[in-house]
């Protein structure tokens, strides 16, 4: 642990923390602390980028634009794999730097760089794919071509949980479509997002086609950056409450949105599942990230044939988990984001206490100044508990029973969310029809991870709208251009 550790601060101490804007000093800049949430103490400080930089920002990525996505796709697909292999090049510095911003175990953290390489890599075979269309009109008389053109100048506002990888498939996208891009990182994890710019820009990316903008004011930038014809689209990762007010602020100049906003992902498992694997992935699912991710299983459903065994075997697993610092060996857990957090998430597990809940785990809390959290797997929770309706976003599972299909299936949508749910049975036709069943956008059967850069990833109701991941990622940094040409009705073809 002391080795990562002390590398990370010999990393940070030759690191300059400057918010990428090109044309803009940034040793100039007012800064703001960065937190170790293992220690609760500030390691570093980075760039208060001020909202008076905005109209600069989008000057700048407008010459951005035109030098970028004049490249042909080929060039601008070869910048991406090239980004790709830096990442993984860079992999121990990057993974390390997330752990340290962000608290989660450096195993983990290793996986999102792998994780954020794919999106670059897949993105960088797509964009040579960017098809469009041609059409004959059915009465006659016009031949129309399709083509897809890159949506304009793009703000790509990420969250501090996936710090790299959010901001990482919303850009490749991005790129891939042709789009200059100001990405905006959450105020508690600057550095990983400052460290994808280096690579982006080190693999061929025009300075003025990819910025980074750290700030301490989320909230002012977006309003600034919105309240401009200028920008054209906004790609968020977030709460529900901030993007219903990223849509209002959209009307002004009606940018194009992709909102992927938060989860409530119900885990159905049936009498007929295997126990083994249905516990194994409940632990992938709430304890990835430390649970808090938008696809954790928020809410655990298991058949009453089943559920006293699964409660059982989940806790034991559970309990089993080491909590520690990221950089330590062997640590499965570390903390969560922020005392606030936590002590809200503390708040949630006493509250369901006191109205009859119990918790099967009934670990200790830990103490000392990092913002630890023990797993707890919380069963008999009533309706009126406001953890039943919240997205928990933390270690602690909730456990509820079912007798049927058809109960399963109307417990889990009972709910203003839709992105993940998760169906655990070994009869094919049963998971399958329940999953079809489902309202959400992303499905894991038997299995408790769901997105892939080939794919589209992103959730229904107040989970949002618009797709990362997939053609259908890059399509979302796109406009439909159609041409009309006139075509008489004579023919050479005689
Ligand atoms: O918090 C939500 C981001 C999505 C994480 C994932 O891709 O699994």
């Given at each position: 642990m002391q080795t990562s550790l002390q590398t990370h601060d010999a990393f940070l101490s030759s690191f300059d923390g400057g918010a990428r804007i090109p044309g803009i000093d940034s040793t100039s800049l007012d800064r703001f602390d960065v937190v170790d949430p293992a220690t609760g103490a500030a390691f570093t400080q980075v760039s208060n980028a001020p909202i008076e930089l905005a109209d600069h920002c989008l000057e700048v990525a407008g010459r951005g634009l035109r030098a970028w996505s004049g490249q042909s796709a080929r060039a601008r697909s070869n910048v991406l794999l090239r980004a790709a292999e830096l990442l993984i090049e860079r992999i121990e510095v990057i993974a390390a730097t997330m752990t340290r911003e962000m608290g989660k175990p450096l195993d983990e953290s290793r996986a999102e760089v792998r994780f954020s390489a794919d999106y670059l890599r897949w993105y960088s075979e797509e964009a040579v794919r960017s098809y469009g269309g041609y059409r004959e009109a059915p009465a006659g008389g016009a031949r129309l071509i399709v083509t897809r053109q890159p949506v304009g100048i793009a703000l790509l506002i990420t969250p501090w949980n996936f710090p790299l990888a959010m901001g990482a498939r919303k850009a490749a996208a991005a790129l891939a479509a042709g789009c200059s891009v100001i990405l905006k990182p959450a105020e508690a994890t600057p550095l990983s997002s400052l460290l994808l710019g280096d690579v982006l820009l080190e693999a061929g990316v025009p300075p003025e086609a990819f910025q980074v903008v750290t700030t301490s004011d989320s909230s002012g930038w977006s309003r600034t950056l919105m309240g401009d014809a200028r920008l054209k689209k906004v790609s968020f990762t977030g709460s529900t409450r901030v993007g219903s007010m990223l849509i209002e602020q959209s009307a002004q100049h009606v940018q194009k949105l992709s909102l992927e906003l938060g989860g409530d992902a119900p885990f159905l498992v049936f009498n007929d599942a295997d126990l083994d694997r249905a516990v194994n992935s409940a632990v992938i699912s709430k304890i990835r990230n430390g649970g808090q991710?938008?696809?954790?299983?928020?809410r655990f459903l298991v058949q009453d044939g089943i559920a006293a065994e699964f409660t059982a075997e989940l806790s034991k697993r559970l309990n089993a988990l080491t909590v520690g610092s990221?950089?330590?060996?062997?640590?499965d857990l570390g903390p969560l984001i922020s005392g606030q957090a936590r002590k809200q998430v503390r708040g949630l597990v006493d509250g369901a206490l006191e109205l009859g809940a119990e918790d099967a785990c009934a670990a200790p809390q830990p103490g000392g100044d990092g913002f630890f959290m023990n797993p707890a797997v919380l069963t008999n929770v009533p309706e009126s508990a406001t953890i039943a309706s919240a997205?928990?976003?933390?270690p602690i599972a909730v456990v509820g029973t079912f007798s049927t299909d058809a109960e399963a299936v109307a417990k889990a949508n009972n709910t203003p969310f839709g992105l993940a749910g998760y169906v655990f049975s070994q009869d094919i036709d049963r998971a399958f029809g329940v999953a079809h069943a489902l309202d959400v956008g992303v499905l894991g059967i038997n299995k408790g991870l769901v997105a892939d850069a080939s794919s589209p990833f992103g959730g229904i109701g107040y989970s949002g709208y618009g797709k990362e991941g997939g053609i259908e990622g890059m399509q979302d940094f796109q406009t439909l251009k159609q041409f009309n040409l006139d075509s008489p009705a004579a023919t050479l073809l005689g």
């Open positions: 991710a938008c696809v954790a299983a928020n990221g950089f330590a060996d062997g640590v997205e928990i976003f933390a």
